[in-house]
């Protein structure tokens, strides 16, 4: 059996857009030690009986309603992102947010996995003697995530 590729933590990026319209630049966030992505549908079960033997056990058939994403990233508190994350907090507009695997996409000249959109960004900050600062982002999708390989980072 061959084994599969895989990636280190350490091959998992995420960036926040500063939401400049004109000229969006995207800083990398750092000091997570933990990454994750959620993609979730939202459903509608019908019933639908067999024609041929009304009286027969009836099959279930899922509909999709809706697609929806969020992502959540916990870790150190880095001095260098707060104030990037502060401005998302307190603003009303979703920010731009990418997820890049390294190494991970199709090869040649896009060699990286990138997930994209438009996000709602909340913090926690907790603390606790004898530790360093924990920070704990969430985004909640605002639209649709777009998933590509894409150029490798120069």
């Known amino acids: 059996m061959a084994q599969p590729t895989v990636f280190s933590f350490g091959k998992g ?8 319209a004109e000229d969006e630049t995207f800083t990398k966030l750092c000091g997570f ?3 994750s992505l959620q993609i979730e549908k939202d459903t509608n079960d019908v019933t639908i009986p067999d ?3 009304p009286d027969a056990a009836a099959w279930t058939a899922t509909d999709v309603l809706a697609l929806s994403w969020s992502s959540e990233f916990e870790g150190i508190l880095a001095k260098e992102a707060e104030p990037l ?5 307190n603003s009303s507009e979703s920010r731009n947010l990418r997820i890049r695997i390294i190494g991970a996409g199709s090869g040649g000249g896009t ?7 438009k996000a709602h960004i909340g913090e926690s900050i907790t603390g606790t ?11 909640t999708g605002d ?3 777009v998933r590509a390989s894409v150029a490798a980072l120069s």
């Open 85 to 89: 994350l502060w401005a998302a907090v």
């Open 143 to 145: 639209g649709a995530l």
């Open 13 to 20: 990026l995420v960036y926040l857009g500063d939401g400049d």
């Open 51 to 53: 024609c041929d033997d």
């Open 111 to 117: 060699p990286d996995l990138q997930f994209a959109g």
């Open 33 to 35: 030690n933990s990454i």
């Open 129 to 139: 003697r004898g530790e360093k600062y924990q920070v704990s982002v969430t985004a």
